[in-house]
């Protein structure tokens, strides 16, 4: 019986690496990059500037997450994908395009020989509020929204992968069967792939690319090796974000007993014990009746009307 492997999630370093960094798979990186940028732009070349090296990756100490390309008009690209949240992510994408867009200058240029940089970062979490999919951010005047073009020199563009719903039938445009294969690789199967994805040869070249590197056991071995390291993370940052959220509720509990031992007077032990039952919202609640409430009567009352917390 042979055993049928799911295809690698493209979305781990590693792989994207491979994917979109190698000199092989520059037409993968073209396509990518003009499914985001288009029709405003199109690449027809690209220099990789950081090409993936398996030996000097698998030597390496520091991760390279990013790939650095310049298209045949001269624009910079600095491509992204970040699996996990990460507070300053705004910050550090600013970051690395103003570094790429800098880094440009040689010692004896001056200022007419930088070219346009623009960063190109796929999310796997949600990071703005409302459900657009793409964001693309440029400078303009904020009264005229007015884009002066030596302004246009710095552009970032944010696709948040969590935001696609789209069923199979749905998917129209290219930037749509891109992120698709992104969320979905490991679903897919090369001789059965959804209509969708099988009319775009890049896409289709991408899962070939995944079961070769699915094959291939020093990749293999890599790529369970970052998965798991994936994992330790996600669970450290949910252990961070628990013990965070119980710390700031714990907080609320303590600033809530000052203040009704201001107004009333020191808490009874039976009192202090309810109180340390409440969720967030009804302590928000019982700052908002504080006012209202005279005797610890009035709270004993007050916390009988309140639902219990189901443990």
């Not at 993936?52 to 997450?65: C, D, H, P, V, W």
Request: charged content about 30%; hydrophobic content about 40%.
């Amino acid at each position: 019986m042979t055993l049928i492997r799911r295809l690698l999630n493209p979305r781990i370093d590693f792989v994207f690496r491979i994917l979109f960094g190698s000199e092989a798979n520059k037409d993968l990186l073209i396509s990518l990059i003009n499914s985001v940028v288009g029709p405003h732009l199109h690449i027809v070349d690209v220099v990789i500037k950081n090409p993936f090296n398996l030996a000097a990756y698998r030597g390496s100490k520091e991760t390279i997450l990013d790939i650095k390309a310049m298209d045949q008009d001269g624009t910079w690209y600095d491509i992204e994908m970040q699996t996990l949240p990460h507070v300053f992510y705004g910050k550090r994408a600013i970051y690395y395009a103003a570094k790429v867009y800098v880094d440009q200058l040689a010692a004896a240029d001056d200022y007419s020989s930088l070219n346009p940089t623009i960063g190109i970062h796929f999310l796997d979490f949600n990071y703005f509020d409302d459900d657009r999919m793409v964001r693309q951010f440029v400078f303009k005047d904020m009264d005229t929204n007015e884009h002066p073009d030596q302004l246009r020199f710095l552009q970032l563009y944010f696709i948040e992968m969590r935001k696609f719903r789209k069923d199979w039938p749905q998917i129209s445009t290219a930037l749509d069967r891109w992120v698709a294969f992104l969320t979905r690789a490991e679903r897919l199967k090369r001789n059965a792939l959804p209509a969708a994805l099988r009319d775009e040869p890049a896409i289709v070249k991408a899962v070939s690319e995944l079961e070769r590197m699915g094959a291939d056991p020093v990749q293999r071995e890599i790529y369970e090796t970052e998965v798991q390291a994936r994992m330790v993370d996600a669970i450290q940052i949910k252990t961070a974000e628990e013990r965070g959220m119980q710390l700031g509720i714990q907080r609320e509990r303590n600033l809530m007993i000052r203040l009704i031992t201001r107004q009333i007077g020191t808490v009874p032990p039976n009192i202090a014990t309810c109180l340390d039952t409440l969720t967030p919202d009804q302590i928000d609640d019982l700052g908002d009746a504080l006012f209202d409430l005279n005797s610890y009567a009035d709270v004993e009352d007050w916390l009988s009307r309140q639902p219990r917390r189901r443990e």
